[in-house]
């Protein structure tokens, strides 16, 4: 029976390439509890999305979360939380933005979205800044604006997968502008105003991007390769949308292996260029434990 190391890096390594890739240049125990995160998440989403999930099931899937359990994936991350003294507020809140996803099948505006891509992704990145040994505030927004940057794009590659399952993330007050019938929202006679709107949704994530890539300065070196190249990888998923406007959204957008290696590469560069600032003008961090929210 394999170990629960081994089944968060299987699990990992099978459910999102782009993720693994970058934890890939973490030190193994922090790629390790890495994918133990990713496991609980990744549990938790399919028993979401791929079951007959209720309130009840979302219930079941809290109270496993936060008690003592013999399930490997749960007890799992209970230890993980554990080591690294991650608040219990931020699994919660990713558990209520998974009960939006049963609760809500449309965003009426970007704002109601951003709440929602703060639970489901900031979070992720708010538990991974604590495996880091990161606590200092200010980077603990940039790590949670990250996650709501990769989140949307995402959303971006995935509208046709996310509307087949009755869920419409584009907000309705930009589709509303921009003419769009969401009931006829693949319709190719919606094509290209569709992508418009797409477009406008990565020019917010570019935004947060942006803001995200000023924190990378407080992560030690090999945590900043790794979080630049996802940085990077996931960065260029809505940049790849944007350039291919004929085939979507029908077709879904894959990254190269290729371009995944030159990306990869350019983050190297990147954290490379900034060891000048490191040793000119070292971050400080606080050793104390933050609660971050986007409040």
Not at 9 to 22: D, E, N, P, R
Not at 144 to 157: D, T
Not at 194 to 200: E, G
Request: glycine content about 4%; aromatic content about 10%; overall charge neutral.
């Amino acid at each position: 029976m394999p170990s629960i190391e081994e089944l968060s890096v299987a699990s990992m390594v099978k459910g999102s390439k782009t993720f693994s890739l970058a934890a890939k240049f973490f030190e193994k125990e922090q790629y390790l509890n890495a994918a133990q995160i990713y496991l609980w998440c990744r549990h938790c989403d399919d028993v979401i999305d791929d079951s007959p999930a209720s309130l009840e099931t979302w219930r079941e899937l809290s109270l496993r979360t936060f008690n003592t359990s013999n399930d490997p994936i749960f007890h799992g991350f209970m230890m993980t939380r554990t080591r690294f003294n991650i608040p219990e507020f931020y699994p919660r809140e990713l558990l209520a933005g998974m009960e939006m996803d049963l609760t809500k099948n449309y965003y009426s505006n970007f704002d109601e979205l951003k709440l929602y891509c703060y639970r489901v992704a900031g979070t992720v990145g708010l538990m991974m800044s604590h495996v880091m040994g990161l606590y200092d505030e200010k980077a603990l927004s940039h790590a949670a604006k990250l996650g709501m940057a990769m989140q949307l794009s995402n959303i971006a590659r995935d509208v046709k997968e996310d509307y087949l399952r009755g869920r419409i993330y584009l907000p309705q007050e930009w589709l509303s502008l921009a003419d769009i019938n969401p009931g006829e929202l693949l319709h190719t006679s919606q094509k290209h105003k569709l992508h418009m709107v797409v477009k406008r949704l990565l020019g917010e994530a570019e935004e947060l991007y942006h803001e995200a890539s000023h924190g990378i300065i407080f992560l030690p070196l090999r945590c900043a390769l790794a979080v630049t190249v996802a940085r990077n990888l996931y960065r260029e998923i809505g940049r790849e949308v944007l350039r291919c406007p004929d085939s979507f959204p029908h077709e879904r957008v894959v990254i190269s292996k290729t371009r995944k290696m030159i990306l990869s590469f350019l983050a190297l560069l990147e954290v490379m260029l900034s060891l000048p600032r490191r040793i000119i003008h070292p971050e400080k961090t606080v050793t104390i434990q933050t609660i971050w929210s986007p409040a």
